[in-house]
């Protein structure tokens, strides 16, 4: 799913042009066959959520990500560990709708 909202503690912010965002990830992500869902959330944020993603095919598509928005991309490691002061008492961080990030970078569904 695209990032939407920032945090309820204003943090972390979401990514500031969320048009540039969902345009630039429905174009990666399409490339690989992913299924794409475009809604809004609640608040009338309206983000893009796909379907149908392999570990590899999210990182591929993520790095491309990054590179097509002039964004630097840590591996998803490095990520978990800036964001580690969210993780629950497992050690996980929540992503959004199920999806938590490990400590070795791992994506999972709860």
Known sequence: ?????GEDDRSKAP???QERLIEHAASIFSAFGASARHASDLHGRRYVEFTGL???QIEQ???SLANALGLELSDMAEIWAELSDAAD?????YLSDGMYLTDDGQLIER
């Open 1 to 5: 799913m695209t990032a939407t909202a």
């Open 15 to 17: 990514y500031p042009n």
């Open 54 to 56: 392999s570990q590899t």
């Open 61 to 63: 598509g993520g790095q």
């Open 89 to 93: 008492e497992d050690g996980l961080v």
